[in-house]
């Protein structure tokens, strides 16, 4: 199922201090979680956009990378150039730190966008901002939180309307919420290498 009417935009341009290297790059059996989430964008997506800090790390991709249009904000800084670059009303934003993106759940999540501006999924009662679909229309909230210094994704929600999709309907395609796990720690990164030889044993 390809989303022609969305643009993926993934969020690439963090510090990454607590692991102490760049996420995106860091092996999970033999993928860096960017090939990683890649993969899994290129099925559903025709349309890939990076913000990074570091646009040369990424150049081999062949996609369309771009610093922040404002700098030092961090990941709503990301989201408001994403939104303002893309082409499409539709977008998925998504971080460079989650090694196992699932189709079915991103496909699921689209289905359910409709009537908001943003949705947001929700597991083990954390709101997941950076996995999440955003219209074009939540730019001005965007850019007005960014005028006042308020950074914080979820602040936006507030003065939008937005819609959340609970851990008991995402279970039906990701039941142990795999496609939510995020890597910050080297204790995150090794866990993710064991969950994903645990599924290329279960697979193979």
């Known amino acids: 199922m390809e989303l022609t009417d969305t643009t993926a935009i993934l969020l690439a341009g963090g510090k990454s201090s607590r692991l102490g290297q760049n996420k995106a790059f860091v092996d999970v059996a033999n993928k860096t979680i960017f090939e990683r989430e890649f993969d899994v964008l290129q099925k559903l997506f025709s349309e890939i956009i990076i913000i990074a800090n570091n646009p040369v790390l990424f150049r081999s991709s062949g996609l369309k990378i771009y610093k922040d249009i404002i700098p030092d904000k961090g990941p709503l800084g990301g989201i408001l150039t994403?939104?303002?670059?893309?082409?499409?009303?539709?977008?998925?934003?998504?971080?460079?730190?989650?090694?196992f993106l699932n189709e079915n759940v991103i496909s699921f999540l689209y289905s359910k966008f409709s009537s908001c501006n943003l949705l947001i999924p929700c597991w083990q009662g954390q709101l997941m901002p950076l996995h999440g679909f955003y219209s074009k229309n939540c730019l001005p909230v965007i850019e007005n939180q960014i005028s006042t210094n308020k950074l914080k994704v979820l602040d936006i929600t507030s003065h939008l309307k937005t819609k959340y999709?609970?851990?008991?309907?995402?279970?039906?395609?990701?039941?142990?919420?795999?496609?939510?796990?995020?890597v910050n720690t080297l204790e995150d990164l090794e866990n993710a290498r064991i969950m994903a030889r645990t599924i290329k044993k279960i697979i193979s």
């Open 82 to 99: 994403g939104l303002s670059i893309s082409e499409t009303k539709n977008n998925f934003v998504v971080s460079c730190d989650l090694p």
């Open 165 to 182: 999709v609970q851990e008991l309907e995402l279970k039906k395609y990701d039941r142990e919420g795999k496609s939510f796990f995020n």
